[in-house]
């Protein structure tokens, strides 16, 4: 924090002024590569993105938008020649391939599609912005049959076979299985987005996930039709948080 003056006044070290003009240059020349959702909101509150190894969570009640507002973002990413590789544990794939469809075209998920229309719709997707098919790749795990491990070493092989992935998506969280379980889901969770972090720091990407608010307020909330706000749901949801 000292000016280069002082810098050189009080310092015995062979430090040339040339060499620490050109280290604040190349500071802030050289910022971390973003990866943008591509929503302005988000962007701007995040610093304009995460960078690599940096972690978004997307949290919300059951049926409320969670794996939408990530399609969302791989498509913005998509569109900005991003590669990304997802990894969906709560939908099934021919659920997912609709979702993704949706996204894609605007068609309403009520609508069915065929296979062969989707192939053709994500091969288009691609051609028409001149993107390589190789910037996107979906996993369909069983739920809860998947550990953090597992997760790390599919990302490495991704990035051995199609080359450098810059996001990894986690759809969703609650569903990887924890290396060591813990007496309450809130602890398990927070071992698994520590790991899910430490995962994008080792593969170098950045990584986006999704937690439940969590589920005794949503069941309540279906039973009830009301939001019960008990001491022991609000706890769990601020420990989440």
């Not at 990407?205 to 022991?232: D, G, L, P, Y």
Request: aromatic share 8%; net charge negative; proline share 5%.
């Amino acid at each position: 924090a000292l000016p280069i003056s002082q810098v050189h006044s009080e310092w015995e070290a062979p430090c040339s002024r040339e060499y620490l003009d050109d280290r604040e240059l190349r500071l802030v020349a050289a910022p971390p590569p973003l990866v943008q959702t591509g929503w302005q909101k988000i962007d701007d509150s995040a610093g304009g993105g995460l960078s690599a190894g940096e972690m978004g969570i997307v949290m919300a009640l059951t049926g409320r938008g969670k794996t939408a507002s990530m399609l969302s973002m791989v498509v913005n990413m998509l569109e900005a020649g991003k590669k990304v590789l997802f990894f969906s544990l709560d939908n099934v794939k021919s659920r997912m391939e609709t979702r993704i469809y949706a996204r894609l075209t605007g068609v309403p998920m009520n609508q069915p599609v065929s296979l062969p229309t989707y192939h053709a719709t994500i091969e288009d997707f691609f051609l028409s912005r001149n993107l390589s098919p190789d910037n996107w790749h979906i996993r369909y795990i069983e739920p809860r049959q998947v550990s953090v491990s597992m997760l790390r070493a599919m990302v490495e092989q991704a990035q051995e076979r199609f080359g450098k992935q810059d996001v990894v998506f986690i759809d969703y969280g609650d569903q990887v299985k924890p290396d060591t379980a813990k007496s309450e889901k809130r602890h398990e969770l927070g071992d698994l987005f520590e790991d899910f972090r430490s995962l994008g720091k080792s593969q170098d990407v950045a990584v986006w996930t999704a937690t439940q608010a969590n589920r005794k307020n949503a069941n309540t909330e279906r039973k009830h039709m009301t939001f019960i706000h008990s001491e022991e749901n609000l706890g769990e949801a601020f420990a989440k948080v």
